[in-house]
């Protein structure tokens, strides 16, 4: 099992249709997170492998409104 947080940082206020989006985008997602900061979102992802948190990451950051993402792989 792979542990990946990616951080969204979004260009519109819709702040409660965006995190439903992100939430009915697939069962590897463990939370959506609204926070204050540099990020308007961080999104904890628990999935089998890379390649499928770099399909989550990448369907979050073409989401209309996501202006730009990072992702972090956890280490331990």
């Known amino acids: 099992m ?3 947080y990616v951080m969204v940082k979004a260009s519109t206020g819709d702040v409660d249709r965006l ?3 992100m939430l009915a985008l697939d069962d590897g997602l463990d939370s959506v997170s ?3 900061g540099d ?3 961080i999104v904890k992802v628990t ?3 890379p390649e499928d948190v770099k399909e989550i990451a990448t369907a ?3 989401m209309p409104g996501i202006e730009n ?3 972090y792989i956890a280490m331990d």
Do not use: C, L, M, P
């Open 19 to 21: 995190k439903s989006d």
């Open 47 to 49: 999935v089998d492998g």
């Open 34 to 36: 609204v926070v204050a």
């Open 2 to 4: 792979v542990t990946a």
């Open 60 to 62: 979050i950051h073409e």
């Open 69 to 71: 993402t990072q992702t």
């Open 39 to 41: 990020v308007d979102y």
